[in-house]
């Protein structure tokens, strides 16, 4: 495995951001699932409080 710069690493990823695919959809998905987890956290800790 090679090596790739930080400079290589960005623009590669600043040309990755032009091509059309699943990036929005996935972020999303992301996003969604860390606010379920926090909000299934806060439930089940609210419920052992009592």
């Given at each position: ?39 299934v ?10």
């Amino acid at each position: 495995m090679e090596h790739i710069s930080a400079a290589h690493a960005l623009t590669l990823a600043a040309g990755a951001q032009d091509e059309p695919g699943l990036g929005n959809l996935l972020r999303v998905v992301v996003i969604v699932m860390v606010v379920g987890c926090v909000l299934v956290g806060w439930l089940l800790l609210r419920g052992y409080r009592k």
